[in-house]
Nanobody
Framework: QVQLVESGGGLVQPGGSLSLSCAAS????????MGWYRQAPGKERELVAT???????NYADSVKGRFTISRDNAKNTVYLQMNSLKPEDTAVYYC???????????????WGQGTQVTVSS
């Protein structure tokens, strides 16, 4: 199994910055993709940003130029730096890891418990 521990989040004023981190642990053979999703009240969960183990990143259009995803493969940790935050960024942010626990097993998606980000004056 793979466990994810998220940290960061909180309350920030519009235009401010926050950072999130997510550390994966457990029986991990390989992590293919690490990323962040978010879910606002009354809305479906949506992709925020992902990064492959090769370093290729993908961002939602709504966060491009404001958010930066990075990862430390040695620590199995993914980060999300969020700048110029807007009220519409308010949501619960979930860490996602696509990983396999054995060499010839399938990749599975694992989710963190979620952390609240609130952007409000």
């Amino acid at each position: 199994q793979v466990q994810l521990v998220e940290s960061g989040g909180g309350l920030v004023q519009p235009g401010g910055s926050l950072s999130l981190s997510c550390a994966a642990s457990g029986s991990i053979f390989r992590i293919a993709v690490m990323g962040w999703y978010r879910q606002a009240p009354g809305k479906e969960r949506e992709l925020v940003a992902t990064m492959t183990n090769g370093g290729s990143s993908n961002y939602a259009d709504s966060v491009k130029g404001r958010f930066t995803i990075s990862r430390d493969n040695a620590k199995n940790t993914v980060y999300l730096q969020m700048n110029s935050l807007k009220p519409e960024d308010t949501a619960v942010y979930y860490c996602n890891v696509r990983a396999r626990t054995k060499r010839f097993s399938n990749d599975y998606d694992y989710w963190g418990q979620g952390t609240q980000v609130t952007v409000s004056s």
